[in-house]
């Protein structure tokens, strides 16, 4: 007799899995945006991805948005958003897998001239190979 898998034991649970949305299909569809390289240059050892609202709201700059309001570029805004979420970790070790931190951004709205504070989500969870992932989201998304 052989031993059940998890998946058998969590199909025998929650029943036939319907649907699934993986996270490489959030990235192939922009839902998710992938942090790149920097990601590990910010000190992170696994994959790190934003939700496409959190891109927009704080990474997201163009030269437009520089003529328009403030010189500031992606790549920093990235970089802030990464390392930010970095020092939270670090500053606040938990056994829970959602962290809250806050930090100071440009918004891009057009007009906008100083930094404001927005708070952000971290979830740590397991990406489509059983590694570890980390979303970064706003506070109204799930």
């Known amino acids: 007799m052989s031993k059940p898998t998890h998946e058998q034991n969590v199909e025998s649970y929650?029943?036939?899995?319907?649907?699934t949305y993986t996270r490489a299909q959030a990235l192939e569809d922009g839902v998710l945006v992938d942090a790149g390289p920097m990601a590990e240059e910010a000190g992170f050892t696994g994959p790190v991805a934003l939700t496409s609202a959190v891109w927009e709201d704080c990474v997201?700059?163009?030269?437009?948005?520089?003529?328009?309001?403030?010189?500031?570029?992606?790549?920093g805004r990235l970089w802030d958003v990464l390392s930010m979420a970095?020092?939270?970790?670090?500053?606040?070790?938990?056994?829970?897998?959602?962290?809250?931190?806050e930090f100071?951004?440009?918004?891009?709205?057009?007009?906008?001239?100083?930094?404001?504070?927005?708070?952000?989500?971290?979830?740590?969870g397991l990406g489509d190979h059983d590694e570890i992932v980390l979303t970064i989201l706003s506070v109204t998304e799930d």
């Open 14 to 19: 929650f029943g036939e899995v319907i649907s």
């Open 60 to 75: 997201a700059w163009t030269d437009t948005d520089n003529q328009r309001q403030v010189y500031q570029n992606q790549s």
């Open 86 to 101: 970095g020092f939270a970790i670090r500053a606040n070790p938990s056994t829970s897998n959602q962290l809250l931190y």
């Open 104 to 124: 100071y951004r440009v918004p891009r709205d057009g007009h906008s001239t100083k930094a404001q504070l927005v708070q952000l989500k971290l979830i740590i």
